[in-house]
T-cell receptor
Framework: DGGITQSPKYLFRKEGQNVTLSCEQN?????MYWYRQDPGQGLRLIYY???????QKGDIAEGYSVSREKKESFPLTVTSAQKNPTAFYLC??????????????FGDGTRLSIL | AQSVTQLDSQVPVFEEAPVELRCNYS??????LFWYVQYPNQGLQLLLK??????LVKGINGFEAEFNKSQTSFHLRKPSVHISDTAEYFC?????????????FGPGTRLSVLP
């Protein structure tokens, strides 16, 4: 079955450490997204990529970095510059169509906590 | 820019009672509308979508939603809820501008079904 795989499910970070969250999809989708979710605050867009080797900042990109070297993969690095990284991180993907009428499909998330 | 409002942050309801979760969006020439459900510590799952055609859309788990263009609303309904419907529900809108697709989520409504 096609889908989006996020790993690990739980991740712990020490102060001053960079960590990378994995997101892989086998849906053949062009577009991929990273969201941050805090309790009671809904989803906030961190970065998105419409095509391989290209990505754009979302609303809260500071302290994060991404790469899109392959269509299937869109890893997110939470850098030491992100002072409040504790959150639930969601990766999503969607087909890229002229009508923009396709829903986003989501992985099961990674919960990041600070030690 | 497109925006989505979910007026109720929390909705408690007794089991087997009907429920309506409200969603309003800012006006646009052409929009596509979605409802997602999120269970604890999981990603978002698509409940239903409105792309065109009939304004009453049926989704999974017995949910349905009605698109009302004049009121720019897309309220989600279920005639009889179950304990298992306890979750967070997100309304989302997709449209397109000169820069590409915009996919905007509402802040979410937490549905609590009481025995």
């Amino acid at each position: 079955d096609g889908g989006i795989t996020q790993s690990p499910k739980y991740l712990f970070r020490k102060e001053g450490q960079n960590v990378t969250l994995s997101c892989e999809q086998n849906l053949n989708h062009d577009a991929m997204y990273w969201y941050r979710q805090d309790p009671g605050q809904g989803l906030r867009l961190i970065y998105y990529s419409q095509i391989v080797n290209d990505f754009q900042k979302g609303d809260i990109a500071e302290g994060y970095s991404v790469s899109r070297e392959k269509k299937e993969s869109f890893p997110l690095t939470v850098t030491s510059a992100q002072k409040n990284p504790t959150a639930f991180y969601l990766c999503a993907s969607s087909p890229r169509t002229a009508l923009s009428n396709q829903p986003q499909h989501f992985g099961d998330g990674t919960r990041l906590s600070i030690l | 820019a497109q925006s989505v409002t979910q007026l109720d942050s929390q909705v408690p309801v007794f089991e087997e009672a009907p429920v309506e979760l409200r969603c309003n969006y800012s006006s646009s020439v052409s929009v596509y509308l979605f409802w997602y459900v999120q269970y604890p510590n999981q990603g978002l799952q698509l409940l239903l979508k409105y792309l065109s055609g009939s304004t009453l859309v049926k989704g999974i788990n017995g949910f349905e939603a009605e698109f009302n263009k004049s009121q720019t609303s897309f309220h989600l309904r279920k005639p009889s809820v179950h304990i298992s419907d306890t979750a967070e529900y997100f309304c989302a809108v997709s449209d397109r501008d000169n820069y590409g697709q915009n996919f905007v989520f509402g802040p979410g409504t937490r549905l609590s079904v009481l025995p």
